[in-house]
């Protein structure tokens, strides 16, 4: 396993940090929650806003056999998570690859996260909210505070 540490920063709050350095293709973690629909996701998230509080909820589509449809999937790990649900967005991309992996007999996928890159101990671990193909965009009223020269300034919207 990856030994990681969690702090709480001013402004982005919890944050994630490697114990270990951690070498390119390595596996971190699974992002783990519960899977919710698109109905009930839309639901937490308003209201989650509304109580102007955070939430880890991040959207996967995942393209069928058929080539022709996608099944999107909704992973709520904002009060039912693991470590993954700390990790901070990067506007950048940041240091961490999530992939979508299917497994034969489970219709869910589920979302693993890998060292894109060499990481150094101490480093903070970050990764892309707008998953590829999740279909999330810009635009979400929630400020981003991860400082890369690419900041859109917002996060990116579930």
Known sequence: ???VITEVWLLQGWCVR???PLPQGSFVC???GEYVSSSESEQRLAEYDK???????LVVRV?????TSSLKCCIDATTTGNVARFINHSCDGGNLEPVVVSMKGNLLP???LFAARDIVAGEELTFSYAV???????????????????CSGYLPKA
């Open 1 to 3: 396993p990856v030994l």
């Open 18 to 20: 490697a114990c270990e």
């Open 30 to 32: 699974e992002y783990a």
């Open 51 to 57: 109580q102007e509080r955070g939430h880890a909820l």
């Open 63 to 67: 393209q069928l056999p058929s080539t």
């Open 110 to 112: 589920r979302v693993a």
């Open 132 to 150: 590829a193909g999740s279909g999330a965009g810009c635009g979400s009223s929630r400020q981003c505070f991860c400082g890369t020269s690419a």
